[in-house]
């Protein structure tokens, strides 16, 4: 059982350029969401998904987009990628609505933009 | 808005003693959900312990207990007979009933000497 899967773990980037962070979840877990942890800071919510087909933003959402068709993946766009989103970013899980349920993370994705 | 803080950036403890980390948060809501997270060297973030704000009992997983006093708005982690497997970021997080968001503190990177 993978749990949640993201690639790729390592990125470097040039101002301006496009990209796709992938994340996988073979969990069948309805809730998936997209973090970012800068140094020194905590995690910050960027955009989630409460199933196929919809998605709300977080705190953070401007220079993102996603997308949710299927139930296994919550792919993120970064388009035209700037030094402020030099960052790790974190896929998560959730199997259900309970605000107990517990998040399922990813290993990470550092992308450095240059 | 609720936020969550990590006072102390880093902690070290010799093997096989007792550390606390300490975390407050900030909120007007009375029902809500806090959480402790480990981030290991590998960097998957994993679920520590978990209380919910209308239990009075502390939560407790094995060498794991909490120290919630609701009226300070505290939430600090205990960790008993300290392991080297110990070693982690530790990041407490807050989630309000029925949000979907969890809001993290700054993380304490926890060091065990052996």
């Known amino acids: 059982n993978a749990g949640v899967t993201q690639t790729p773990k390592f990125r470097i980037l040039k101002i301006g350029q496009s990209m796709t962070l992938q994340c996988t979840q073979d969990?069948?877990?309805?809730?998936m969401y997209w973090y970012r942890q800068d140094p020194g800071m905590g995690l910050k919510l960027i955009y989630y998904s409460v199933g196929a087909g919809i998605t709300d933003k977080g705190e953070v959402p401007n220079g993102y987009n996603v997308s949710r068709s299927t139930t296994e993946d919550f792919p993120l766009r970064l388009e035209l990628a700037a030094p402020s989103q030099t960052s790790v970013y974190f896929c998560?899980?959730?199997?259900?609505?309970?605000?107990?349920?517990?998040?399922?993370f990813g290993e990470g994705s550092r992308l450095t933009v240059l | 808005a609720q936020t969550v803080t990590q006072s102390q950036p880093e902690m070290s403890v010799q093997e096989a003693e007792t550390v606390t980390l300490s975390c407050t948060y900030d909120?007007?809501?009375?029902?809500?959900?806090l959480f402790w997270y480990k981030q290991p060297p590998s960097r998957q973030m994993i679920l520590v312990i978990r209380q919910e704000a209308y239990k009075q009992q502390n939560a407790t997983e094995n060498r794991f207990s909490v120290n919630f006093q609701k009226a300070a708005k505290s939430f600090s982690l205990k960790i008993s007979d300290s392991q080297l497997g110990d070693a982690a970021m530790y990041f407490c997080?807050?989630?309000?009933?029925?949000?979907?968001?969890?809001?993290f503190g700054q993380g304490t990177r926890l060091t065990i000497n052996p």
């Open positions: 909120t007007s809501e009375s029902d809500y959900y």
């Open positions: 997080a807050y989630r309000s009933a029925g949000a979907q968001k969890l809001v």
């Open positions: 969990m069948n877990h309805n809730y």
């Open positions: 998560a899980s959730k199997a259900g609505a309970l605000v107990t349920g517990e998040l399922f």
